[in-house]
T-cell receptor, first 114, second 114 residues
Framework: GAVVSQHPSWVICKSGTSVKIECRSLDFQATTMFWYRQFPKQSLMLMATSNEGSKATYEQGVEKDKFLINHASLTLSTLTVTSAHPEDSSFYIC??????????FGEGSRLTVL | AQSVTQLGSHVSVSEGALVLLRCNYSSSVPPYLFWYVQYPNQGLQLLLK??????LVKGINGFEAEFKKSETSFHLTKPSAHMSDAAEYFC????????????FGTGTRLQVTL
């Protein structure tokens, strides 16, 4: 199947700093990217949907100024957690959807904010 | 609106025994249904999906699921568990024709013992 790669897979940062997570579709063009957040032992919660070249659509309760999403090309989307705090520590997963409509998930990025 | 209920957050079976993971859904329109598997610190991998047609769906690694509209269920089964099946399993639903905005269940952790 198609491959979606996230980087970094692990990141530790100090409180107040910003962290960028990249999500790349390696062998297909992702017209839409989805960003999820997963708390320990819980399900995935959709944070936002982004279409290439457009502003992301955020789910209710997600701070768009805190979680900046950019989808500048058909193969790259980024999530920037600005002024991170310990409560932002989580597992972030992206998924890409290509022209076939099928979703492919990245391997996830674990963020720990000290 | 859609929702998914996974009965049993933790299921333990012996190697070689039947695996049954339960999923019930609620949807105002005919749904697309999915089962995903997540290994520790990894993203989600699609096991199988139901869109239309045959209600018994076969997936990877010997898993299958049956869509039962009358019971609003999509239970996941495997005749004989293997140690490598130990993982977290998520059921997900999306409205027909939009295989994108998935609503996930809370997951079931499958433990396989000798």
């Amino acid at each position: 199947g198609a491959v979606v790669s996230q980087h970094p897979s692990w990141v530790i940062c100090k409180s107040g700093t910003s962290v960028k997570i990249e999500c790349r579709s390696l062998d297909f063009q992702a017209t839409t990217m989805f960003w999820y957040r997963q708390f320990p032992k819980q399900s995935l919660m959709l944070m936002a949907t982004s279409n290439e070249g457009s502003k992301a659509t955020y789910e209710q309760g997600v701070e768009k100024d805190k979680f900046l999403i950019n989808h500048a090309s058909l193969t790259l989307s980024t999530l920037t957690v600005t002024s991170a705090h310990p409560e932002d520590s989580s597992f972030y997963i992206c998924s890409g959807q290509g022209f076939t409509g099928e979703l492919f998930f990245g391997e996830g990025s674990r963020l720990t904010v000290l | 609106a859609q929702s998914v209920t996974q009965l049993g957050s933790h299921v333990s079976v012996s190697e070689g025994a039947l695996v049954l993971l339960r999923c019930n859904y609620s949807s105002s329109v005919p749904p697309y249904l999915f089962w995903y598997v997540q290994y520790p610190n990894q993203g989600l991998q699609l096991l199988l999906k139901y869109t239309t047609g045959a209600t018994l769906v076969k997936g990877i690694n010997g898993f299958e699921a049956e869509f039962k509209k009358s019971e609003t269920s999509f239970h996941l089964t495997k005749p004989s568990a293997h140690m490598s099946d130990a993982a977290e399993y998520f059921c997900a639903v999306t409205p027909t024709g939009t295989a994108s905005k998935l609503t996930f269940g809370t997951g079931t952790r499958l433990q396989v013992t000798l």
